[in-house]
């Protein structure tokens, strides 16, 4: 059986964007994959988190990974700083990756100039390299992520075949995976602004939807979202962004096409459109928040971690041990 791994940083509640870009994909693949779910704790620290809030946010990922439908007998869901490997082969990577491949990725580039004020930490610089430990520890043939990650598996492809070919002759140590990004929805757009990536982290909480706001807010957000003067429900990302984000999102949320439901409402307003869009997204969230608030302080929670902890500690150990031989590193093991 092939292998995924996957993660999303708790530096904030997940927003739709993270659900239809990442969650989604998981809930099916882990039916065909042996599958590693990571909420990835030490990539969130790149920037500052508050101690307490950071722990609450994990908590409340893992139970959001739980109440989506992952499910801990098929998938390995666990915290990335719980497996020690992970910062471990980090280090292994960083002293493999040039400075510019890693000063070259977009996200450094966006997220150093929003920090610039409160300092740029040299984490966040190194992000990219803990990001291909996560993966490559597990030996994953396949990553799915939102459209934002692509360079970051760019650079992991590059260094697996780079670390390959100087550590072992080009046979196969490592993995090279492969990236899985959804055709639609791979990049979900800002409610406010439909030019910028709909973001956990953006300063307007009305620019998202969060996985676990009230009905009463989601519907609220939809009905404030940026659309245009047009009033003609199309799907064009060029000219009419606004609702063609609100189209993907509608389908993303539902088993209608973009094509259905540009038909279905070929004949309405705006108004109606985002009545029902707000309803539709209502309907898938409001069952896993139920699941979440139930399974956030519950001891089968933390059953889970502790087991998912210890099969992936179990599985990455043995690549960090490969690694270390191949580059010398202490004695041979
Ligand atoms: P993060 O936490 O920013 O986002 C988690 C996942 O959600 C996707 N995503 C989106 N998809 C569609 N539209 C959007 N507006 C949107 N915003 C976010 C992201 O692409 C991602 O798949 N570096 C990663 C976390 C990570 C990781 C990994 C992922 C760390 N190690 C190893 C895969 C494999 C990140 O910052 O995700």
Same mark, same amino acid.
């Given at each position: ?30 039916e ?9 704790? /030490? ?44 910062? /471990? ?7 493999n ?5 890693l ?24 992000y ?13 043939n ?11 598996l ?20 490592l ?6 990004? !959804? ?10 602004? !439909? ?19 009230? !009905?009463a ?16 429900i /199309? ?5 009419? !962004? ?24 070929q ?18 969230? /409001? ?47």
């Amino acid at each position: 059986m092939k292998t995924i791994f996957s993660g999303i940083q708790p530096s904030g509640t997940p927003t739709i964007g993270n659900y239809i870009g990442a969650m989604k994909q998981f809930i099916s693949l882990q039916e065909s994959y042996t599958s590693y779910f990571c909420i990835v704790d /030490e990539h969130a620290i790149t920037v500052q988190q508050e101690p307490l809030k950071l722990r609450q946010q994990t908590k409340s990922l893992a139970a959001l990974y739980l109440a989506i439908g992952l499910d801990p007998a098929k998938a390995i869901i666990f915290i990335q700083s719980e497996v020690s490997a992970h910062a /471990e082969a980090a280090w292994i990577v960083q002293c493999n990756t040039n400075i510019g491949e890693l000063e070259r990725m977009t996200q450094f580039k966006d997220k150093s100039a929003k920090n610039s004020r409160s300092g740029v930490s040299v984490g966040l610089l190194t992000y990219p390299p803990l990001m291909v430990a996560d993966i490559i520890l597990y030996q994953s043939n396949l990553v799915p992520v939102g459209d934002d990650q692509k360079q970051h598996l760019e650079l992991t492809r590059d260094f697996v075949t780079r670390f390959n070919n100087k550590y072992s002759n080009g046979n196969h140590l490592l993995t090279v995976p492969e990236v899985k990004i !959804p055709k639609s929805g791979g990049r979900i757009m800002s409610l406010q602004d !439909p030019l910028k990536k709909m973001s956990k982290s953006d300063d307007n909480k009305k620019s998202f939807i969060s996985m676990l706001d009230a !009905p009463a807010i989601i519907r609220k957000k939809i009905k404030s979202a940026v659309t245009d003067s047009s009033g003609v429900i /199309e799907y064009d990302s060029e000219n009419k !962004p606004g609702i063609s984000n609100l189209l993907t999102i509608y389908a993303s949320f539902t088993d209608f096409s973009i094509a259905e439901l540009v038909d279905r409402y070929q004949n309405s307003g705006y108004g109606q459109f985002k009545e029902d869009l707000g309803e539709a997204i209502v309907a898938v969230l /409001e069952p896993i928040q139920i699941r979440h608030n139930e399974l956030i302080d519950s001891d089968e929670l933390d059953l889970i971690l502790d087991e998912g902890a210890i099969k992936a500690r179990s599985v990455a150990n043995k690549t960090l041990i490969k690694m270390k031989n191949a580059i010398g590193l202490g004695r041979k093991n």
